[in-house]
């Protein structure tokens, strides 16, 4: 079976974090809201939308999180659309640590929160894109934590939950991971801390870019 090494975008990949405080700020403010504080929408990063608005505005009518979602990301492409969108920097490193592994026989795949589009343009952006051979978004599965992501992508790349690496900076990457059986292999220059990944069933937690081709297997 082959070796799955699928990667979270944002906080994982990138550093898209100034891009998604401003669209989400721009959505609450929209709709005559006080936008949530930076912190808050740090933690939210990776989930679904519409899941994310739940957590941001638990208090809210299901509808509204819906039209939230819909206005961030209108908010999300006319940024990119008029060019005002923030750099979203790889993470120091990480070509140097793709090579890596894939010179050690891991193939690559993308499992995120993003659309297909922002996903796209991400690794577009970046010239990355045929590196990963199964790419998953929020626009084709339910919200992480539910294992479809994952168990989309093995299917697609010929691998196992026993040769599969779920890397990500969330514990909704973690829960992900072990309720697909995969290894769980946390970050830690992402948006949730080391022992929150741990807490959520991180098999390891890689302290740096670097770290990663060693932490990949038990």
Request: glycine share 8%.
């Amino acid at each position: 079976m082959n070796k799955l090494a699928l990667f979270d975008c944002d906080g994982t990949l990138v550093d898209s974090q100034a891009n998604i405080c401003q669209a989400m700020e721009t959505a609450f403010a929209l709709h005559g809201l006080a936008p949530p504080v930076r912190p808050a929408i740090r933690r939210i990063v990776g989930l679904s939308l519409v899941e994310a608005m739940r957590g941001l505005l638990p208090d809210a009518e299901e509808a509204q999180h819906h039209a939230l979602a819909e206005d961030y990301k209108a908010a999300f492409r006319r940024m990119r659309e008029s060019g005002t969108m923030t750099d979203e920097p790889l993470f120091d490193g990480m070509i140097a640590a793709l090579d890596a592994l894939a010179a050690d026989g891991w193939l690559f795949g993308v499992a995120t929160g993003k659309s297909d589009r922002g996903l796209a343009h991400v690794l577009d952006v970046h010239n990355i894109t045929a590196r990963f051979v199964t790419l998953q978004t929020a626009d084709r599965h339910p919200s992480k934590p539910h294992p479809s992501m994952i168990e989309t992508a093995m299917a697609e790349a010929g691998a196992v939950p026993a040769t599969t690496v779920m890397i990500g900076d969330t514990s909704y990457d973690m829960l992900m991971a072990r309720a697909a059986g995969a290894r769980a292999l946390g970050v830690a220059w992402g948006y949730h801390p080391a022992d929150e990944l741990r807490a959520a069933g991180a098999h390891a937690v890689a302290e740096d870019v670097a770290d990663l081709p060693a932490q990949m297997e038990p």
